[in-house]
T-cell receptor
């Protein structure tokens, strides 16, 4: 599986936008970019995913670089509830099991 | 609550004992995954079911571990002859085909 690289931790102020980066320089053409987050004492939850084009949903936006070697998860207005570990995951379309391969993620701290 | 449920939420056992965890997925989901998570790390894949068939097992799943999903509904994960290194959070997730995975709250195992 192609590897992702994320900063270990980031801080943000409440109600400000947050940009969480992810590098995936060895991404293949059939890898989707997925983001999950894990709130304290909970299982991970899906945030968003994309292949080539930028994506928006009610939780966040995903900006994908033109060469697909990096991506950025954007939280438009961080709240205290967004404090979590954010995982950037590449998921190969053709793997039969399609399990998620998590790295260590980015611990996001939101300051009031 | 129609999400993924796991029982028990916490289990403390003595080394050498057998333990069994249960996962109830979202009812219409045909895929079920087990992951293990140790402190400060992202979840690691253990095994995967499509309906009642166990289709993939990680090398992490030693012969002391066994998982079942009878009738393609709930799943159980059994660990025989527990060791202190088995102490971790065991997470279950389910999905409909290749869509996003929904995780349960996990079962935290402590082996004394």
């Amino acid at each position: 599986d192609a590897k992702t690289t994320q900063p270990n931790s980031m801080e943000s102020n409440e109600e400000e936008p947050v940009h969480l980066p992810c590098n995936h320089s060895t991404i293949s053409g059939t890898d989707y970019i997925h983001w999950y987050r894990q709130l304290p004492s909970q299982g991970p939850e899906y945030v968003i995913h994309g292949l080539t084009s930028n994506v928006n949903n009610r939780m966040a936006s995903l900006a994908i670089a033109e060469d697909r070697k990096s991506s950025t998860l954007i939280l438009h207005r961080a709240t205290l509830r967004d404090a979590a570990v954010y995982y950037c995951i590449l998921r190969a379309v053709f793997r039969s099991a399609r399990q998620l391969t998590f790295g260590s993620g980015t611990q996001l701290t939101v300051l009031p | 609550d129609t999400g993924v449920s796991q029982n028990p939420r916490h289990k403390i056992t003595k080394r050498g004992q057998n333990v069994t965890f249960r996962c109830d997925p979202i009812s219409e989901h045909n895929r079920l995954y087990w992951y293990r998570q140790t402190l400060g790390q992202g979840p690691e894949f253990l095994t995967y079911f499509q309906n009642e068939a166990q289709l993939e097992k990680s090398r992490l799943l030693s012969d002391r571990f066994s998982a079942e999903r009878p009738k393609g509904s709930f799943s159980t994960l059994e660990i025989q002859r527990t060791e202190q290194g088995d102490s971790a959070m065991y997470l279950c997730a389910s999905s409909l085909a290749n869509n996003e995975q929904f995780f349960g709250p996990g079962t935290r195992l402590t082996v004394l």
